[in-house]
Structure formats: structure tokens, C-alpha cells
């Protein structure tokens, strides 16, 4: 599982590299934000939840079923919308209010 950045969508705001835990994201020369070790990321996703530009796509591994399937967020305050890709380009969708998601 890994994280990819991709430097024509990130706007260099830095919040990915505010959260995550790992202090594996870096800012480059041209201010973009950048994997220090894509290896050791933990897969937490906290990067690509907090993205607001569709920057960062989070590779699901073929040990979990991925294999080449990936996810990224679009945000609809108080909405979350996880994007799922799938290898044949389909896609499914989750949402998730933000606000009562801690709610039981």
C-alpha cells in the first residue's frame, strides 16, 4: 500500500504534511508535497482525507485485494466522498458525514 502524490493537482497548501504521522511527506523545491519514503507509509490515509485537491491517491495493495485499485476523497462539507477505483476504471463511492461520524 502507498500513497502517490501528483504534483500538477497539489496546490503546495502543506495540511498532508501537517497530519501526517509518520513526518513522511516533504515539501520539494517547486513547494509541492512529496513522499520521503512511499515504503514506509503506514496507510492511515489521514493524507488523503485531508486533501481538498484530489492530489493524493492511495494505492490498495494486492495483499488486501487492491491489485491496482485505488482511493482518493472529494469534499462536500460536511460530506466526505471516498472515491474507489477499481483496475477497470469502476468506481463506487462512499459518503460520510463528517459531522456525526462519531456518533454510536
Not at 71 to 90: A, C, G, M, S
Request: charged fraction near 30%; include cysteine.
Amino acid at each position: 500500500m502507498s500513497i502517490r502524490i501528483d504534483p500538477e493537482k497539489c496546490t503546495g497548501c502543506g495540511k498532508c504534511r501537517q497530519v501526517c504521522p509518520g513526518s513522511l511527506i516533504y515539501k520539494d523545491e517547486k513547494n509541492k508535497s512529496c513522499m520521503k519514503y512511499p515504503r514506509d507509509c503506514w496507510g492511515c490515509t489521514a493524507c488523503v482525507k485531508e486533501c481538498r485537491f484530489e492530489a493524493i491517491r492511495y494505492y490498495l495493495g494486492a495483499d488486501i485485494g487492491g491489485k491496482g485499485a485505488y482511493l482518493y476523497t472529494k469534499q462536500d462539507e460536511p460530506f466526505l466522498h471516498w472515491h474507489i477505483v477499481k483496475p477497470n476504471k469502476e468506481e463506487k463511492i462512499i459518503t460520510v458525514n463528517q459531522q456525526e461520524s462519531n456518533n454510536y
